[in-house]
């Protein structure tokens, strides 16, 4: 067992050091990386020290009295709940997944609908004529106000809250990719077509390639974009989410579980922005730093 | 007239080509006026000039990256429509693709075509080789020097097997020591294959040393001022001692002299 752990250790390493660096392939394989991995993932921990700091804080200021419990309660408080809601009654982890769910569809829809609008702006002068001045008119429009209008339309279930994180994402994505475009290298593509590319090829092996990093940055904003959404909607009008939990717990005068929700979307976003972060530096080893 | 065998004969024909190009109020600028141009199979043409001669877009025109105003291109005896892998093109900047591998940016004109996997890798080992960048195959370029970059890029463009070879001052951006090495290895190339080969550059010396002929072009608009015939013996490593050389050299200078000084202002 210990025998193919360490063999997948070693692969895992000579992969890992192949996409940064080839270079760097023997020094994975001598006997002080695995410490040095390990300090680095502690280092990479203590960096949030501040967090845990502000935590501590907390905890301390509860116990003297300083804070009103009805609106600041224990960390122990907060955490007892969060068990009970994950542990036992599996509450939280519905509202985590409803909430996911309609993030993630939204996020999704716009992703794909936002890449390919971009590319074909950037490439296609009727579709860029036509999509720019909208694109235009429409981005600065805050489109939490479309809501209202979206209930009307697509009731309060999910259809609203997926439009809504649909709009809200579309335009980073789009504005995004439709610039990564439009700044590629014009020899880049008549290199690719000397080369005998055609205009499919061209796109998926230039052009998107080439725009990636754009698209990736739009892809970014789109997902803080998201999380705020999902929760400012589900704040409005929900029967479930994370944001209906914040709600129903402020109401019913639990703030133990309003926090609970509270740092749980928290951890969301940064979790999510986190794993897009190591997934770029992954896609991106072959940019100029 | 004996029209067939001239047409064996002419590989690269540019007829009466000439490009406007649109620039706001002066009106339209006339970037090359009615250039006539012919490349014999398996000769090595330089085109020389001034900046602003309109070299680099004469080979784009034959590149079939840009549409001449007037006049056509024949390769072969037919014209050309649009860029084509038999028309190899080496740009001065690196245009390699950086999310590529070196074995990657080789490999992707043979993977365009749908060459099978392993004929690919097989492809790619070959080129790499001749460009002696074997043990780089797996490197990103950000990570090498601008003359392997350079190298990478005529790899690439070898392994579409091109029967022309278009390229744009490929070594103008190098230090001159990687520079007269990668002369020497295109020249070893060259008379290895014998391929047809318009090669834009505004190095005299480079011209001088690698060409058969050498068309000396003149700005605003661009014209074909003058083509010289190099008859320097082959194999031409050694070459640039010979006072031949210097001659030729000196000749080439003072027939662009004047329009460069101007160009300069």
Redesign the interface.
């Known amino acids: 067992m210990t025998v193919v752990t360490t063999t997948d250790q070693a692969r895992l390493d000579k992969s890992e050091a192949q996409g940064a660096a080839p270079a760097l392939q023997i020094q994975s394989h001598s006997p002080e990386s695995r410490g040095q991995k390990v300090w680095s993932k502690l280092t990479a921990v203590t960096r949030y020290y501040p967090v845990f700091l502000i935590f501590l804080i907390w905890e301390v200021l509860s116990l003297l009295n300083v804070f009103d419990p009805m609106f600041m309660p224990p960390l122990e408080e907060v955490a007892k709940t969060f068990y009970r809601e994950v542990f036992v009654t599996h509450e939280l982890l519905a509202h985590i997944g409803v909430s996911f769910m309609r993030a993630g569809a939204g996020l999704g829809l716009a992703a794909v609908v936002g890449i390919a609008a971009g590319i074909l702006m950037g490439r296609v002068r009727v579709v860029e004529s036509f999509l720019d001045p909208l694109i235009s008119a429409l981005f600065p429009t805050p489109k939490l106000a479309l809501f209202p209008l979206m209930m009307i339309f697509l009731g309060i279930g999910d259809a609203s809250k997926i439009a809504l994180i649909f709009l809200g994402c579309f335009f980073p994505i789009v504005i995004n990719t439709y610039t990564g475009v439009k700044n590629v290298d014009k020899f880049f593509v008549w290199n690719a077509q000397t080369k005998g590319a055609s205009h499919r090829q061209l796109i998926w092996h230039v052009i998107l390639p080439a725009s990636l990093p754009f698209v990736f940055a739009g892809l970014r904003v789109a997902t803080s974009t998201a999380f705020l959404l999902i929760v400012a909607s589900e704040l409005i009008a929900a029967n479930d989410g994370l944001g209906y939990l914040i709600m129903f717990a402020e109401r019913s005068f639990d703030p133990a579980l309003m926090w609970c929700g509270i740092l749980v979307i928290a951890a969301m976003g940064f979790t999510v922005d986190r794993l897009l972060l190591a997934l770029g530096a992954r896609l991106f080893v072959w940019q100029d730093k | 007239m004996n029209g067939a065998t001239m047409q064996t004969d002419v590989h690269v024909d540019v007829r009466r080509i000439s490009q406007r190009f649109r620039s706001g109020r002066q009106g339209d600028l006339l970037a090359l006026d009615r250039i006539d141009l012919q490349a014999r199979r398996g000769e090595f043409v330089s085109i020389v000039g001034p900046s602003g001669c309109g070299k680099s877009t004469l080979l ?1 025109i034959v ?3 840009l549409q001449a105003s007037d006049g056509e291109v024949l390769v072969d005896g037919a014209p050309i429509d ?4 038999d ?3 080496v ?1 001065q ?1 690196s ?6 591998t070196v074995a990657e940016n080789v490999a ?2 043979p ?3 749908g060459l099978p996997q392993a004929e690919r890798r097989s492809l790619v080992a070959h080129y790499l080789d001749m460009v002696g960048l074997t043990k780089f195959a ?6 090498l020097s601008g003359g392997m970059k350079q190298r990478i ?1 005529i790899a ?2 070898l392994a ?1 097997g091109p029967s022309v070879f ?1 390229m744009d001052e490929p070594f103008g951006a190098l230090d001159s020591l990687s520079r007269e090495v990668l002369q020497d290895q295109l020249l070893q190339l060259w008379e290895r294959d014998r391929k047809t080969v318009l090669f834009v550059t505004h190095s005299i010396d480079e011209a001088v040393l690698l060409s058969d002929r050498i068309v000396i072009m003149s700005p605003l608009p661009g014209r074909v001022k003058e083509i010289v015939e190099v008859d320097l013996p082959r194999p031409r490593q050694e070459t640039r001692a010979l006072p031949e050389f210097g001659r030729l050299r000196s000749h080439i200078w003072s027939a662009i002299r004047q329009e460069t000084m101007e160009a300069i202002g």
């Open positions: 784009y590149a079939g990256l649009g860029p084509h892998p028309r190899g093109l740009l900047n245009s390699i693709f950086p999310w590529r992707f004109g993977q365009m075509s797996n490197f990103y370029p950000r990570e890029a690439q463009m579409c278009l």
